[in-house]
Structure formats: structure tokens, C-alpha cells
T-cell receptor
Framework: GENVEQHPSTLSVQEGDSAVIKCTYS??????FPWYKQELGKGPQLIID?????GEKKDQRIAVTLNKTAKHFSLHITETQPEDSAVYFC?????????????FGKGTHLIIQP | DTAVSQTPKYLVTQMGNDKSIKCEQN?????MYWYKQDSKKFLKIMFS???????INETVPNRFSPKSPDKAHLNLHINSLELGDSAVYFC????????????FGEGSWLTVV
């Protein structure tokens, strides 16, 4: 089955700086890679996703890059703000294989220092 | 107009009891899931259902039994609760398969004492 590794487990950055979270996956068949943000006491919410036919995707201050050869993908947050503080999860799955469910990384606790 | 709603949000119960968590989605999705989040925040899939049919049953003890009366509902029943069952349980749904956005509920905090 799929195995997703995520680093770092905790990331502290100054407000206004950039944050980068990295993930690797094991199953070369995986072709869908979402990122979720979980705020305290809430369920995870999708913030951006990428499919394997695309190398990069951007949505305002958030971008995701994918390297299929190396089997890793990264989340980039620029101009960080206090409301970016949360736990971020990467995930991977083979889309089209049925309702297999996402395999999540172990999460990164992002702390934005004012 | 909550998309994925689950009840109760908090549940404190004694070891050995049986409890249920209910989940409903009003998004018209075909697939529903139960995920467990442990104290270290690790999210792991437990079950998935597609149109009321069980698709995935991960290595979860038989004490956990999902029930899907229709495709908008997926309830989780837990028998003979143990201390190790304490966790946050998330219900989720998606339109077709996992390659589409998965929408999570707000979670049910289960504490077994």
C-alpha cells in the first residue's frame, strides 16, 4: 500500500516569511495529491491539490509542486500570516481505483511567530 | 447547511460500553469514510463505503461496525469500548472516488474512561 512521509513535524516561521512542507510517497501509481489544513478543534479542509499530469499549481499565497520521478511533492506558503498557523497534512492516492481513501502524512504543525 | 455533519461532537463513556457516532452528508456524494485521528494527530482511514457498499475495511477490530442505511448516512457503532479507542473520529465524503475532494466533518471526540 501507499506510504507517505512528511517533514518537518513542526515548523516555526516569522510572520511574512515563507514556509515549505515536504512529502514523499511510495506508490508510483498514486496520481492525486491534496493538502489539508486542520485548525484547532476542526476537521481537515482541502487547501490545494495537484494531479500527476501537472508539475506545479498556485492559488494566491499557496503553491504545490510535484516531482513524479523523485516521488515527492511540496507545499509552499508565502507571506505567512497568523491565520496560517495550523496543522497541515499531505496525502496521496491513486484516483480511479475506487473509494480507496487517502493515505495521509503525519502532519506538520506550522507556527507563525508575530 | 453543514456539508458533513456528525454527532455527537463530544462523547465521554466508560470502558465496556457500546456507543454510536452518526454521520450525514447533504452533498449528494456517493462515497463516505470514517477516519481515526489519534493523540499524535495521525489520520488513518478505517472504512469507506460507496453507494452503501463497504469498499475498505482496514485492520480495525471487529468491535467497530459501520452501518450505511443510505448513501447519505454512514454511522459508526463501537462495542465494548476500550481505553485505546479514545481518539477523534472523522466522517468524510467525496463525489466518486478518492481522487476528488474529500470533505470532512468537524469530528467526534471520544474519551473512554
Amino acid at each position: 500500500g501507499e506510504n507517505v512521509e512528511q517533514h518537518p513535524s513542526t515548523l516555526s516561521v516569522q510572520e511574512g516569511d515563507s514556509a515549505v512542507i515536504k512529502c514523499t510517497y511510495s506508490d508510483s501509481a498514486s496520481n492525486y495529491f491534496p493538502w489539508y489544513k486542520q485548525e484547532l478543534g476542526k476537521g481537515p479542509q482541502l487547501i490545494i491539490d495537484i494531479r500527476s499530469n501537472v508539475g506545479e499549481k498556485k492559488d494566491q499565497r499557496i503553491a504545490v509542486t510535484l516531482n513524479k520521478t523523485a516521488k515527492h511533492f511540496s507545499l509552499h506558503i508565502t507571506e505567512t500570516q497568523p491565520e496560517d498557523s495550523a496543522v497541515y497534512f499531505c496525502a496521496a492516492v491513486y484516483s480511479g481505483g475506487g473509494a480507496d481513501g487517502l493515505t495521509f502524512g503525519k502532519g506538520t504543525h506550522l507556527i507563525i511567530q508575530p | 447547511d453543514t456539508a458533513v455533519s456528525q454527532t455527537p461532537k463530544y462523547l465521554v463513556t466508560q470502558m465496556g460500553n457500546d456507543k454510536s457516532i452518526k454521520c450525514e452528508q447533504n452533498l449528494g456524494h456517493d462515497t463516505m469514510y470514517w477516519y481515526k485521528q489519534d493523540s499524535k494527530k495521525f489520520l488513518k482511514i478505517m472504512f469507506s463505503y460507496n453507494n452503501k457498499e463497504l469498499i475498505i475495511n482496514e485492520t480495525v477490530p471487529n468491535r467497530f461496525s459501520p452501518k450505511s442505511p443510505d448513501k447519505a448516512h454512514l454511522n459508526l457503532h463501537i462495542n465494548s469500548l476500550e481505553l485505546g479507542d479514545s481518539a477523534v473520529y472523522f466522517c468524510a465524503s467525496s463525489p466518486r472516488d478518492s481522487g476528488n475532494t474529500i470533505y470532512f466533518g468537524e469530528g467526534s471526540w471520544l474519551t473512554v474512561v
